[in-house]
């Protein structure tokens, strides 16, 4: 299945779960209101997030899976709820973590072989 990117090129989808995109939410669209600046405020002119594609492609495979993160502060274990371009989200026996992508330092799931 192909699927056209933001400019028209071609993605080949390989059987694998779909990264979530900030306009999208469990493969989804967002349903949200439009942001607008506060006079007075500063407000970002730019959102930029530094992006791992490979690393992130891989976690994005193991969504619905137990995997444990050893980030900078320390490890955490829990099932893969979602992955976005910034960060994932953990979901523990009675709380949800969102860990953003630039702090996890490696993870560890079920084996898996990548083509």
Not at 54 to 71: A, K, P, Y
Not at 107 to 115: K, M, N, Q, T, V
Request: glycine share 10%.
């Amino acid at each position: 299945m192909s699927l056209k990117g933001s400019k028209g090129e071609e993605h080949m989808h390989m059987g694998q779960n779909p990264i979530d995109q900030p306009g999208c939410i469990n493969q989804m669209p967002a349903v949200h209101s439009q942001i607008y600046p506060i006079a007075g405020i500063p407000q970002p002119t730019e959102y930029v997030t530094h992006l791992d594609p490979v690393f992130v492609q891989h976690l994005s495979r193991h969504q619905g899976q137990r995997i444990g993160i050893m980030t900078s502060v320390g490890r955490v274990e829990g099932i893969n709820a979602g992955v976005a371009v910034d960060h994932i989200q953990i979901n523990l026996e009675d709380r949800s973590l969102h860990i953003r992508i630039s702090e996890i330092v490696y993870f560890e799931g079920p084996l898996a072989s990548y083509r």
